[in-house]
């Protein structure tokens, strides 16, 4: 009961935590970086480099795979109002590849806590993020949007950026959580 | 980096070639066309050089030239000339046939795109 | 256990891989059989078991051809030297659905769909597919005694397996709709094998079962008139799509070009239409239908449409113009550009 805010009864009471502020406070910082990114020309369809993916990593080591999932569901739903996209089929593709991405980062961090020797860290899990979001976003547009199995032939060229773009951010992560580390001690 | 990083890193590096083959390069469909005669297959030949190819049914020969990722015959023994009069086929599945003189040749569409067509209605 | 955690991360995130659809499931066997470009295409079972089901309808349709070819010793070229004859006698079981099947469609055709017209076609020199026919065509005279003799499809009475024609000029030429037959009955016997996606395509009557995995199958309609394809058309039903041309056999004397489907009213190859395409579940129908399409010209397709139950159609004319009633112009998508200037119709 940490977080009660004691306010007169007339009021509705919403009962928040210390992790809904973290949650609210790094899904900002998402969304913030989702947006900019948005506005960033892409140089292949369906290529980004996903800076957001750092924010989800960082969390994913330091706060755990709920807090990881909140700030990634939070980011795809209010970016996506805050573009102007919801609903619309870059909202469909986005959420599919986060959905996916944290589907694969649930095993990923068990492995973690129950084998730390094989645990990947922060590059090798924004690698395995970076593809899962690719291949999920890549299905649903097949399955929904272009059912033409030509699109098939880009698959390859699409993982092959995006285990670039992962390895990269999943640096950048690395040095964002050594940097907090040093902060925090 | 940890030895999980590795094993995600190296699992990586070990499935893209393997996607690469069974998923190809973007844009190579139709590349090649399959001429055949009677039951069996005479020849598989690139539609990227151009080149005319002889190709004897039971009739005679029937001439075939590719052009251009283009292929269609230019001359034939048949008497309804209809294989020479159906034009250029370019497209995966696309194909033309002398039935009389038992040849025919059908663009093949290449990797997971697979063809066009999957059948014509003639 | 540390490996088995490594090993469900791999599983997890190669099974989103493999579970893309790939064309390996995808079996094509073509070639020529009795004359006829004959294709088989099937999807999503192993090679093994799509090569034994197209190898057993490879022997049925070797089959039926035997029975079903006029011109040639066998069933039907029995029964029409027996109709010439006249009297009651043990029809060949084989050929007497198709007989029930083409009688009703006559009659619904209002006798544009006639096979009982075989004495016109040998007139004409189409009963032979090697070598194609030459000229001179026949005399108006030889062509009128011809058409005197009336062969209708209902002077045939069938009492059990028995059969009788009460007419002796009756010559049974299945030519019109043998091939959907025959790929209807194919079809029927892949979905006894189990197969549910496949195309049968005989000398261009396209019957399809199922699909092509997650997408239908896409099936091009050739130009009449010029090369190529002129539209295409995505079937995922159990459908088939058939065209009647004069370009599938014709010969040009003196400059004039005579086709192989006959008006049974003039006796002359149909005027009008290049070509006439159906769509219907049965290929049977489909192929019929396509053939009295042919012969009611532009002008009195959509009555004859209307009148045999054809829910969609296409017709080419000699400059290129298509005609179609609504539903199949929402259906057909023109590979040609630029597009052919389309006539619709009221819907069927």
């Given amino acids: 009961m940490r977080g009660v805010n004691p306010k007169p009864a007339a009021h509705v009471v919403l009962l928040t935590t210390r992790t809904d502020h973290r949650i609210a406070w790094l899904a900002a910082l998402a969304i913030t970086i989702h947006i900019m990114e948005s506005a960033l020309p892409s140089p292949l369809p369906g290529v980004k480099p996903g800076l957001a993916n750092v924010v989800t990593i960082v969390v994913l080591c330091r706060y755990g795979w709920a807090t990881a999932a909140w700030v990634n569901g939070l980011r795809v739903l209010a970016g996506s109002l805050l573009l102007g996209t919801f609903l619309s089929p870059t909202f469909v593709l986005s959420l599919s590849g986060a959905f996916c991405a944290l589907l694969v980062l649930g095993p990923a961090a068990w492995v973690a806590r129950w084998a730390p020797r094989w645990a990947p860290g922060p590059i090798g899990l924004s690698v395995l993020a970076a593809w899962a979001h690719m291949v999920g976003q890549f299905w649903v547009a097949y399955a929904l949007f272009v059912p033409h199995e030509g699109l098939f032939h880009l698959l390859p060229i699409l993982l092959t950026v995006s285990l670039v773009f992962g390895v990269a951010s999943g640096a950048v992560a690395d040095v964002v959580i050594k940097r907090l580390e040093a902060a925090s001690v | ?122 | 256990m540390r490996c088995d955690a490594l090993a469900f991360v791999c599983i997890a995130l190669f099974g989103l891989c493999a579970c893309s659809p790939g064309n390996d499931t995808l079996y094509k066997e073509s070639g020529y059989a009795m004359g006829a470009l004959v294709e088989f295409t099937v999807y999503g079972v192993d090679a093994a078991r799509a090569k034994a089901a197209v190898a057993s309808a490879q022997s049925d349709l070797k089959f039926m051809h035997g029975n079903f070819d006029p011109w040639h010793p066998g069933s039907l070229a029995r029964m029409n030297s027996l109709f010439a004859l006249g009297g009651r006698f043990t029809a060949a079981t084989s050929v007497l659905p198709l007989i029930a099947k083409s009688t009703e469609l006559s009659r619904r055709s209002g006798g544009l769909f006639n096979p009982a017209i075989g004495n016109l076609i040998r007139l004409w020199g189409f009963q032979t597919d090697d070598p194609p026919p030459a000229g001179p065509p026949p005399t108006p005279a030889h062509i009128a005694a011809v058409l005197a003799q009336q062969p209708r499809m209902s002077d045939l009475q069938v009492t059990g397996v028995e059969i009788e024609s009460h007419n002796p000029a009756v010559i049974l030429d299945f030519g019109g709709i043998a091939q959907g037959y025959a790929a209807d009955v194919l079809i029927e016997g892949f979905k006894l094998a189990g197969i549910h996606n496949a195309i049968v395509n005989i000398s261009g009557d396209v019957r399809v079962l199922g699909s092509h995995g997650a997408q239908p199958w896409r099936i091009g309609i050739r130009n009449p008139r010029g090369a190529g394809v002129l539209a295409s058309l995505q079937m995922n039903r159990d459908e088939s799509v058939v065209t009647s041309g004069d370009y599938e056999r014709f010969y040009i004397y003196d400059g004039k070009r005579y086709h192989h489907i006959l008006d049974p009213r003039t006796g002359l190859p149909t005027q009008g239409a290049a070509s006439a395409t159906v769509i219907d579940a049965e290929a049977t129908f489909a192929d019929a239908a396509a053939t009295a399409l042919m012969v009611a010209g532009i002008k009195d397709w959509y009555a004859v449409a209307k009148a045999m139950g054809v829910k969609s159609a296409m017709l080419v004319d000699a400059a290129g113009r298509v005609y179609m009633d609504p539903a199949t112009a929402k259906r057909i998508h023109f590979e040609i550009d630029p597009p052919p200037q389309v006539v619709l119709s009221e819907s069927l």
């Fill in chain 2, 1 to 122: 980096m940890t030895r999980g990083d590795y094993a995600v890193l190296g699992l990586c590096a070990l499935a893209l070639p393997a996607l690469f083959v069974r998923y190809g390069l973007p844009g190579s469909s139709g590349t090649q066309a399959r001429i055949t005669v009677g039951n069996s297959i005479y020849a598989q030949v690139p539609l990227s050089r151009a080149q005319v190819y002889r190709v004897p049914g039971v009739l005679g020969i029937s001439e075939i030239e590719v052009r251009a990722g283009q292929i269609r015959f230019t001359h034939s023994p048949c008497q309804g000339q209809q294989c020479v009069r159906s034009g250029w086929a370019k497209r995966g599945g696309e194909f033309i046939a002398c039935v009389p003189n038992r040849v025919s040749v059908s663009v093949l569409g290449q990797g997971a795109g697979g063809d066009y067509y999957d059948s014509i209605n003639f």
